[in-house]
């Protein structure tokens, strides 16, 4: 970050010179390849501003769109925001070109649809500008004012964030109050992200934050400067802070907190092949295979793999007993197409068959060579305790985390086929490791597996498919407005002084009156 940034993340450079400066990063940056040859997008200056114009043409420059600075004859689509029709129209007029009449105008929804897509969208009536302008004589203005629950368990969050712009600057300022600590900063901007993610429109001026739960000032102000500059000076920082850096570096090693991360920056480390080197350092079992497979856990788990590793442990768990079921929750149950790890969740309706099936389980994918690491955590719990009240307390389930060795060849979607790995041959010269590297068949994988008792499974599985401030919210949701407990393991009702017994999720939905959200509305 140069100085002037830093002045600027402070407040003390003009705002003006700070838009020049956005305007100058952004352009730097402008060189991509151009995906879709048939349009040329332009993005009208007028009402939006410059530096949210320079953004928005480098983010759709970045998605493989190209955009021209310049009204010609070769634009094809004309994008603006809070323009009218007789504005833009008597504008383009003015422009002289030989095709205005085929120009395609407008409203900046297609251009957020279609960031959104990663492609251009289809272009619908209310992506029309002519239209919107029919339809605003009729109707209110949009966004629509539905109120906003300020729960996470009562908004519909898919994957199509269209919000992104905002989310992602909020999760890294969230992320780093977690990492010092401030519960409540860390606890307030997760809430507004969550929010964020829940809208089905862009939020494009402040006036559209006026009905929502979990805006505080701070936050507020934060939307603004990225409405009005297209980035977050803090984000901008905090991204080039070597102790966040850090921070985030040493915790994406397996089996590393926070605790160990920040021991290791105080010492002056700062890169991982520093630490790996490091004489005097000791690593825990879980650290040194973190390290070991590093590159592979770094690089998320895709659904084909999820499912190909779910195959063959549904084998060996069939091969212990029959009447087991495995089932895929966390994210890839919320629909995400890839993740950090696999969790499963591992039930028998005859719970006596539960006996030493998961150490089986796991001899098993070690006698096979499959098996790279196994951390094993018994039930923790022999009676029936009431619910937790802390909000990320881990379960009592007996459990393992595993890194899981995959053959590539076994994985389906075509990209990692044993055909084409084998087609990698070691050119001379390598060392006895980049050798091993290019000829290796197999990645390694995170897996959590859990084994629930059947009458807690619809518990346990609303508690492991997230997200993480989706559960958070739910326990709130249930402390807070039914003097209820909920955790991973069962629904205690104060009131009655009686657990409430639940076979699925909808059922535990039904007893907090709540509406059913789906897992793939979970995504909060
Ligand atoms: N979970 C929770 N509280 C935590 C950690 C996890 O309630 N502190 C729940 C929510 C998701 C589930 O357990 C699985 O956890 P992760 O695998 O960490 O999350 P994920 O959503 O599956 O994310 P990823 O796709 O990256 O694995
Ligand atoms: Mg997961």
Redesign the pocket.
Known sequence: MSSAEKLGAMGIIPKRKRQKKVAEVCNSHSKHEVRFQDLIIFIVERKMGSSRRTFLMDLARKKGFRVDDILSDSVTHVVTENNSWNEIWDWIQSQKLSNADKLKVLNISWFTDSMAAGKPVNIEQQHKLQEQKVLQSNLPLAPPVVPVSKYACQRRSTLNNKNNIFTDALDILAENFEFNENDGAFVAFSRATSVLKSLPYTISRMADLDELPCFGDEIRAIIEEILEDGVCFKVESLLCDEKYKARKLFTSVFGVGLKTADKWYRQGFRTLEEIKSAKDLKFTRMQKAGFLYYEDINNA?RRAEAEAVGQIIENILHECTPDVTLTL????R?G?E??????FLISCLDEEKHENLLRKAVNKLASRGLLLYCDFMEATLEKRKLPSKM??V?DHFEKCFLIVKLSKALVKDGSLSASSVSEVRPHSGGTETEVENQIKDWKAIRV?LVIVPPQQFAFALL??????QF??DLRRYTHFEKNMMLDNHGLYDKNKKAFLEAKTEEEIFAHLDLEYIEPWERNA
């Open positions: 788990v929750t966390g994210g890839f919320r995400k890839s993740g950090h790890d696999v969790d909000y990320d881990m959590d508690g492991w498919t997230g997200s993480r559960e958070r």
